[in-house]
């Protein structure tokens, strides 16, 4: 069953197009209609019942009093058609609840129905059917008592009380009233439509008329078909007669507007005409014209401030008063278009959702915390406060390769703000921040307002890469123009030497990112917030192959992800034995490495491994190129252990002492620096002040030469937190007693044995736990850095704060030993002494 929607007169003359004229197709329509109104109602039995066949309607809704064509396409309603004609009787109209449904079954039907009368069948060029209907009353639906080839019912029908009190007709005025209002809105209903509505004085039917006038949707045509009470249908009518009343004012006021756009267009486009053929018998049609015109139409629409926009115009009138060929030309316009090209007055609007922003921190970066948590603060802030203006300007510290671009860009991405860098590496000339003045040819301006352009906002995430990399020579200092552009208190205002207009850059989130700050000037680092990016520890870099490097390596070597897995010693030997980084690209290129080695293979149709195992790592990677220290495998005398911070991590540095038949001269080797050294001598005065202490023979000193010696010699080596270390060797050498081989210990010593706290004792407690240790020994006043230890680490070690050196030698020596006693002779007298040493 289709639908015919809005029919009117045109509507029906399509229907009859085959009729010769107007004459015979007013007499057709006539004669269908008396053939309708000639078939009598249905008759009711003993139970006031009525028996018709079913004629089942999809997204059409007939109200009784209603005359409409239907055009019938199903089977099953035409036989039901063919059977009412041949026994001149009417159909019961059935609603389906769902329109879509093909293949309907009795509980498909809304409960309410309507009897009808259809008239002649007409064939249609398309192969369906047509007729014309008259709806004539509602009835209830009792049961089927038919259901092949077509649908027979039982209804019983529905008499409307057509009695009309206050109320009633209060309502009727009410629904009149709208339906004028609506008629006079909507010019797709007739005028007419509201005289026949006047002349209707059954509340029903003229709820009737009204809803197939105005054509609600379909679930309100279906909730009008259920309403069997007249006055309830009749106050739902005004309801939705109300609606389409203020969407159809709503229509009127915006098409009013348009037409009034319109009509000003063509105005313009009239005049406009008008100066071309001016200006074309005056001679005056040449593109330089045009062009001007051009420019001072963007001015006049782009979004500029103030003094921005009188700076356009004031330009462009200088343009339009020169000789298209004189050289200033091309000047000026660059300069104009530099100015529309920037987003003065663009913005996005930010994401302020704490939760989506850690959660999209979280996705593309492990790790981090405090970096990720200083962002998140900014957030929450900004949601509690959206007016603050005051934007962070954020210095990432850390070693190549530990994610601090990357993070940029995350952040970008969840604060909903277009992400741009810039590389500052090399920088030297103080006019590639500020850019060069209009006077010089070429000139531009400066790398901070090309970005911006390049961002089209004027809130971007910028990203200035590699800060502590700036140069100075004598074309200026490239640091002394960016206090400028990262100054909050100055950078609302931010003017390039070549637009020479205030431009605001304190919509902008900067970040910058460092190795170092060693080089940054003291005043740039003073504006900036630095958060450190210490080197990935293993945990942490077996997480990121896992999560990240893994996957990304395989999809760029074509193959899937089950296709080839990594085992956790082989992750753990890559990051021991073939890297050696604080980062992880050298651990990516390696994963990288094995990957186009199995992927070359696959694509050679040969076999591969479907896991990477720790001992076929060199069958890939070849042999090792670096060697992890080990802890001592015995109690040494002399021998200490301690823990070194590294840009890549931590690491146990063993300790070496040796004592000579010398002058009393002290020698340290390994690459070590001025600070090591200095805690050396102090390690060294130390045993001197406690040699009755710790029963050493004071002559002992000028007798013997001592050496000290840390391993790998080619790797430089500095820092005071060594210094209880070296002690330790030296009391265990002239002692002789033997160090724990499971001890390890960091800390700085001073003259009086007091221990001060050092850095790094994250990563220093995770490389002993790597390394096997069992003790480890760290100054008192470091015990707030253990909250960063992982808790494997915290709960296999044995950590021991410590204060003094005499806890030391309590905790990594052995107890003294008693010595035999030996006899030597004086030289005075010759008398012979025995002497027992501990």
């Given amino acids: 069953m289709r639908r015919r929607s809005d029919w009117d007169s045109e509507d029906i003359e399509d229907e009859f197009e085959n009729e010769e004229d107007e004459e015979d197709y007013s007499e057709g329509l006539q004669k269908r209609t008396e053939e309708l109104y000639s078939i009598p109602d249905a008759e009711t039995d003993d139970d006031g019942l009525i028996s018709c066949a079913v004629l089942p309607l999809r997204d059409v809704v007939i109200y009784p009093h209603m005359v409409s064509p239907l055009f019938l396409g199903r089977e099953i309603s035409l036989l039901a058609v063919e059977h009412a004609q041949e026994e001149e009787q009417t159909v019961i109209a059935l609603v389906q609840r769902d329109p879509d449904e093909d293949e309907i079954i009795p509980d498909d039907f809304l409960p309410i129905g309507v009897e009808m009368a259809v008239g002649r069948l007409m064939r249609m060029p398309d ?21 092949e080839p077509y649908l027979v019912a039982r209804a019983r029908p529905i008499y409307e009380r057509k009695r009309v009190d206050r109320k009633t007709e209060a309502t009727m005025r009410t629904a009149l009233d709208l339906f004028h209002q609506c008629v006079q809105l909507n010019r797709s209903v007739p005028e007419e439509a509201y005289l026949f509505a006047l002349n209707i004085d059954d509340p029903g039917w003229l709820a009737d008329m009204i809803s ?7 679930e309100s045509r279906h909730e009008l078909l259920l309403l069997v009470d007249p006055l309830e249908r009749l106050e739902r009518v005004n309801a939705l007669l109300a609606e389409e009343i203020e969407v159809l004012e709503l229509e009127d006021e ?74 200033e030309v091309g000047i000026i316009r660059s300069y104009v278009e530099w100015i529309l090209d920037l987003p003065w007055m663009v913005r996005t609007n930010d994401n302020l959702d704490v939760r989506h922003a850690s959660r999209v921190l979280d996705q593309f970066h492990y790790g981090l915390p405090k970096a990720k948590e200083r962002i998140l603060e900014y957030i929450a802030v900004r949601s509690l406060n959206p007016k603050r203006l005051r934007q962070p300007i954020l210095c990432f510290v850390g070693p190549p390769g530990t994610g601090k671009t990357s993070l940029g860009k995350s952040i970008a991405e969840a604060l909903g703000r277009n992400f741009v860098r810039v590389s500052l590496g090399g920088v030297r000339d103080e006019a590639e921040i500020r850019g060069h003045r209009r006077t010089y040819i070429g000139a531009l301006p400066g790398r901070i307002l090309q970005t911006m352009r390049r961002a089209g906002s004027n809130n971007p995430l910028f990203m200035l890469d590699e800060i502590d990399k700036l140069g100075a020579d004598y074309r200026g200092d490239p640091s002394a123009a960016m206090l400028e552009v990262l100054d909050p208190e100055q950078n609302f205002s931010f003017s390039d030497h070549y637009l020479e207009l205030p431009f605001d850059l304190s919509q902008v989130m900067f970040i910058t990112t460092a190795n170092t700050t060693m080089s940054i000037p003291p005043a740039l680092i003073d504006r900036m917030e630095i958060v450190e990016f210490p080197g990935y520890i293993e945990e942490e870099k077996i997480e990121i192959a896992r999560r990240f490097l893994i996957p990304r390596q395989l999809e760029e070597s074509g193959l899937e992800e089950d296709e080839l897995h990594f085992s956790l010693q082989a992750l753990q030997r890559i990051i021991r034995e073939y890297t ?70 931590g690491e146990i540095m063993p300790v070496e002492v040796l004592l000579m038949e010398g002058k009393g001269n002290l020698q340290i080797t390994g690459q070590v620096g001025n600070v090591m050294q200095e805690s050396a001598q102090a390690a060294l005065s130390y045993l001197k002040s406690r040699a009755d202490d710790l029963r050493v023979d004071i002559d002992m000193f000028d007798n013997v030469d001592i050496h000290i010696h840390i391993p790998e010699g080619a790797i430089p080596k500095d820092g005071p937190s060594a210094g209880i ?114």
């Fill in 127 to 147: 192969g369906s059917s047509s007729a014309l209907v008259q709806a004539r009353r509602r009835v209830h639906l009792i049961d089927f008592v038919q259901t």
């Fill in 212 to 218: 197939t006038a105005i054509n609600p949707p379909l």
């Fill in 254 to 327: 915006i098409q009013s507007r348009t037409q009034s756009e319109v009509d000003r267009s063509q105005r313009e486009y009239y005049l406009r005409e008008q100066m071309r053929v001016i200006q074309t018998e005056l001679g005056d049609n040449d593109p330089w014209i045009r062009d001007v015109a051009e420019i001072r139409a963007r001015i006049e629409a782009a979004a500029l401030p103030d003094e921005v926009r009188e700076r356009a115009m004031k330009e462009a009138e200088r343009l339009a008063q020169m000789p298209p060929m004189s050289p």
């Fill in 580 to 649: 050696y980084e604080a980062g992880v690209r050298n651990l990516e290129r390696e994963i990288g490495r094995i990957c186009r080695k199995v992927a070359r293979l696959k694509a050679e149709k040969r076999r591969f491994p479907g896991q990477v195992a720790s001992t076929s790592i060199e069958k890939f990677l070849g042999p090792p190129e670096f060697f992890d220290l080990k802890a001592e495998g015995e109690d040494e005398i002399g021998v200490a252990t301690a823990l070194a911070w590294t840009e890549n991590g």
């Fill in 725 to 838: 270390t070296i002690a330790a060797a030296l009391i265990s050498a002239f002692t002789e007693r033997a160090i724990h081989k499971e001890v390890g210990m960091t800390g700085e010593i001073t003259l009086r044995g007091k221990i001060l706290p050092v850095g790094g004792v994250r990563e220093k407690i995770i490389a002993a736990h790597r390394a096997g240790l069992k003790t480890v020994l760290i100054p008192k006043r470091n015990e707030k850095d253990l909250v960063e230890v992982p808790r494997k680490a915290r709960t296999d070690l044995s950590i021991i704060p410590i204060e003094h050196m005499d806890q030391v030698i309590e905790l990594a020596l052995f107890p003294p030993r008693e010595k035999p006693a030996r006899r030597r002779k004086k030289k005075e007298t010759g008398q012979t002494v025995t002497e027992t040493e501990a």
